[in-house]
């Protein structure tokens, strides 16, 4: 568990960050968002101490990072950030070994976790160890940014716009990919972005910043449906809204019996591929795949009555 | 096929057989020779003097080196940012000071002979490699730098793992104009007794022998280039390793 507790950073007197407290709980990914200069940076900087906070404490499973020294305390927490700052001089295997090499790990356990974390990436070993980061596409590059990050298994990750320079197409990939890793592993994050689509799909806590101020801290359905000031609902959007709401329901919650027409989703898609699937398609149901009991169904109505739960 | 695969290995027949078999090029200085004179240096062996003129280009740029590194790296510290304008004046004096003027005045105090040649091609030698080591070390890319200290690297670590191996090809180049101009300037070191293959082309001058002057500047000039050439080569498969 991570707790923030009223930390601060003033700048030439303004606060940069503003007594923001939250708790992380292990085994989650927390999104923080916000526009630039909201101070999520500054916030996420001042977890591993790259910035020192003017007041307030960090604590990680009870113990104070300001106990430890700072570059000890960053060995235990992995740090990805965007452009994915890998060095360039040094392999894909030394790359993602860095961490454990600081901590002194023999050189067979270094081997078999770089070969495991490139195989969790979906990068045969054999093929990526030995390259130069220049050789990497952006994604793959990103890729090992991530693995390096993990590669001591530290107690937290915080990535600082993971997906921040990579196209649309790559960027999906990679958030999926962070999440079954996450899963599999499960691992704490803590994870920046400006973009509320990220944040929803990624978060299981989502904590909005406005000029410092930490504004909302909640589920992605209480972000979405109950927005606690003006700024959270601008940043999730009036219009959006309903389809984000309904892209958090998976469709077998309101799945019923009953037969439908066409090609069928996969039960874990959202209320909004079914809603998507009926407009393209002229239909007012959808059949779902599901395990045992062949297809069940979703209708235009029942998605539109969950809509209007508004939760 | 390039040129230089060619050029390469003749240019290096040719100085090799400039300083170890010199009266081979006889009939070619032979024209440039005064009428009755000596068309070939023999008062020293040639072998000697490159030995020596190297040995004193590679001790003074080692020490420049040395001594311009370490001061690139304290300016570019937090710590040390003050003393930036200082450093730049004073390695900049080292290289307006003509070298002629520093032997002058290392004289009295040194001596003749390698000495004061050492302390002037030192002093010359400083500014290219501070600046171009100040300049590597101070345009790295910053993701990489924030992620060195993100994961955990302290500040030596950062400095011998990430800084100077990603500013090496820079620093290279200022080594290697330094090491350049050294070649040359070396030669001026005969005039204080300092064994250089100066020597030959002093010799020359004084008695108004044309080929000697040829032949000590061929030598001096070959060794430039390949010289040059060497550290070419060695710049570029380091940038090609690190995929810069």
């Known amino acids: 568990m991570i707790e923030i507790d009223g930390i601060t950073k003033v700048y030439d007197g303004t606060a940069a960050v503003d007594n923001v407290s939250m708790i992380v709980e292990t085994g989650t990914i927390t999104v923080i968002v916000g526009t630039s200069g909201s101070g999520k940076t500054t916030l996420l900087r001042m977890i591993n101490r790259l910035v020192e906070p003017t007041s307030g404490e960090v ?27 890998l060095f360039p001089h040094h392999t894909v295997a ?56 993990l590669a001591s298994r530290p107690d937290l990750l915080l990535m600082d716009e993971p997906f921040g ?8 990939r990679a958030q999926e990919d962070l999440r079954r890793i996450q899963q599999q592993l499960g691992s704490t994050i803590m994870l ?120 | 096929m390039r040129i230089g695969t060619i050029l390469r290995p003749a240019l290096i027949v040719v100085l090799i057989a400039l300083v170890l078999r010199p009266t081979w090029f006889a009939p070619v200085f032979a024209p440039f020779a005064p009428a009755g004179g000596p068309v070939i240096y023999d008062r020293a062996s040639l072998l000697s ?28 510290r937090p710590a040390g940012a003050a003393f930036r304008p200082l450093s730049r004046t004073i390695t900049n004096m080292g290289q307006t000071f003509p070298p002629v003027a520093v032997l002058a005045l290392a004289v009295p105090m040194l001596g ?10 030192f002093l010359y030698g400083l500014l290219p490699i501070f600046e171009n080591a100040m300049t590597g070390l101070s345009t790295l890319p910053p993701a990489t730098i924030e992620a060195a200290r993100g994961i955990g690297l302290n500040r030596w670590q950062r400095l011998i793992r990430v800084e100077l191996p990603l500013a090496l090809p820079v620093m290279l180049t200022g080594i290697r104009l330094s090491v350049v101009i050294s070649l040359g300037t070396a030669t001026i070191g005969s005039t204080v007794a300092a064994r250089t293959l100066g020597e030959v082309i002093i010799a020359g001058l004084l008695t108004n022998n044309t080929a000697y002057v040829l032949q000590g500047g061929l030598i001096v000039g070959l060794f430039a280039v390949l010289i040059y050439d060497a550290l070419v080569q060695l710049e570029a498969r380091l940038i090609s390793r690190t995929g810069g």
């Open chain 2, 112 to 121: 003749f002979g390698a000495g004061p040649t050492l302390v002037a091609l």
């Open chain 1, 192 to 311: 920046i972005t400006h973009d509320m689509e990220e944040a929803i799909r990624l978060g299981d806590r989502v904590a909005v910043m406005d000029a410092g101020r930490l504004v909302q801290h909640g589920t992605p359905a209480e972000i979405v449906a109950r927005p606690a000031t003006e700024f959270v609902a601008n940043m999730v959007g009036d219009v959006e809204r309903p389809l984000r709401l309904l892209s958090l329901v998976p469709v077998s919650e309101i799945m019923e019996e009953g037969p439908a027409e066409g090609d069928a989703l996969p039960a874990e898609a959202s209320l909004r591929d079914a809603l998507s699937a009926c407009l393209w398609t002229g239909r007012d149901a959808v059949p779902v795949m599901r395990d045992g009991s062949g297809p069940g169904r979703v209708t235009l109505a029942s998605i539109r009555a969950r809509a209007e739960r508004r939760a």
């Open chain 1, 59 to 85: 604590r990680i499973n009870g113990d104070a990072t300001s106990a430890e020294k700072p570059h000890l305390l960053r060995r235990r927490i992995g740090y990805a950030i965007q452009g994915h700052g």
């Open chain 1, 165 to 172: 320079a990579l196209d649309p197409i790559i960027r999906m």
């Open chain 1, 94 to 149: 030394r790359n993602i070994g860095a961490v454990p090499e600081l901590l002194n790990w023999s050189k067979g356990d270094i081997r078999a976790r770089v070969d495991e974390l490139l195989t969790l990436l979906a990068m045969e070993p054999a093929q990526f160890r030995d390259r130069y980061p220049a050789e990497l596409s952006g994604g793959q590059q990103q890729r090992v940014g991530v693995a390096r990050a």
């Open chain 2, 49 to 76: 003097l490159s030995l020596s003129h190297l040995t004193l280009v590679v001790l003074a740029s080692a020490a420049a080196t040395l001594v311009a590194v370490t001061l690139a790296i304290l300016v570019t």
